[in-house]
Every structure is written in C-alpha cells, then in structure tokens.
C-alpha cells in the first residue's frame, strides 16, 4: 500500500537528520559563525551546486538576500548556478567543471565564503570551485553526503564540511535543506537577534 511507502521515507529522513544532528551539528554552528564573521566583514557568501544542489544553492542566497523569517536588512549573496550567459559561455569555452571556479576568480575575494553542495560529494566543477575559493584566500563549507568523495579531500583545514551520514542522495539532500534554514537562523539571530 502507498501510505506504508510514504511512512517509510518520513521515518528514514527523521532517522538521517537525527543522525546529522547528532554528527555535525557542533560544525553547523561553526560554520554559521564563519558565515556571520564573513558578514561582519563585509564579506559575501556565495553558493554553487549541480541538479537539486544547485537548486539549495539558489534557495540559500535568496533567503539571505530577502529574509529568512524575520524582516531584517538584505544581507550579500550570490548563487553561482544562475547565470545562465555565464555558466554556458564558460562551459562552452573551456569545459562544465569551469562553470563555477571562473565566476569565483572574477568576484571572490577575502572575506567571503563559499557554501559549496555536493551530494556525492563526486562533482569536478565543485571541487574545483574549492581551489579557486581557496586561490582567492575565501573560506569554503561544503555541504556534502556518503564519504565526502573529491569534494571533502578539496577542503583545506580552515574549511568546514557538513557531510550528511547517509549513502542515499534524497535523505541527503532533504538534511541539506534543513542545515541550510539552520546557518539561516544562526545567521539571523547572531547578527540582528531575530
């Protein structure tokens, strides 16, 4: 029957984010002072991903962009994935795993952050976002699920990773969305007490 199919995703995602809080959620709150410190200095956040992290990615700057729950002022992010003139004149140019480094050494710079997602954890234009991040002295928290693949062995030991403990990439990405409302949070109640 179809509800005993439905329970069964709602318990594993409740099982999996359990488990994510119960892993990371000490780098979660890291990660969020690293967002705000960024903030505090003038810095921006920029996010990229592919498929459904791609997605995440527009989600999370919009939500600083505009407001999370609580009206507060505009805060400074870019979502990578969205300009299409960009992302296919590069791909077009050089290759696809160019698409986000070449948009990062045009407009990052210290202070800023990159949210980088990767569900496999196994995306090339990922992991070489992460070393142009770090060529433009930028922090990076990658938001990644099963072992961390290339995107994890990217990361420098400033970095943070916020890798989801599951193997299977709908749980991971649903435990993605909710780490990122939370930085949100973190991010809202730290610099305007909302």
Excluded: W
Excluded at 71 to 81: F, N
Aim: charge should be negative; charged fraction near 20%.
């Amino acid at each position: 029957m179809s509800i005993s199919r439905i329970e069964t995703i709602f318990t594993n995602s409740m099982i999996v984010k359990q488990k994510t809080f119960d892993s990371i959620a000490e780098q979660i709150a890291l990660a969020g002072d690293k967002l705000v410190q960024s903030l505090l200095t003038e810095g921006k956040i920029m996010a990229c991903g592919n498929g459904g992290s791609a997605a995440d990615s527009q989600h999370f700057a919009s939500e600083l962009i505009n407001r999370f729950e609580a009206e507060r002022p505009a805060l400074p992010a870019i979502a990578l994935t969205t300009d299409t003139s960009a992302i296919t004149s590069i791909a077009n140019d050089y290759q696809y795993d160019d698409i986000f480094s070449r948009q990062i050494h045009a407009l990052g710079r210290e202070p800023d952050v990159l949210l980088a997602i990767s569900t496999s954890g196994q995306s090339k234009s990922i992991s070489q976002a992460i070393e142009a991040a770090h060529e433009r002295d930028m922090s990076v928290i990658a938001l990644t699920g099963k072992n961390g693949g290339i995107v994890a062995q990217a990361l420098s030991e400033n970095d943070i990773e916020l890798r989801v403990p599951s193997e299977q990439t709908a749980r991971i990405q649903e435990s993605h969305i909710t780490i990122i409302h939370a930085l949100c949070d973190l991010i809202d109640h730290q610099l305007f007490g909302a």
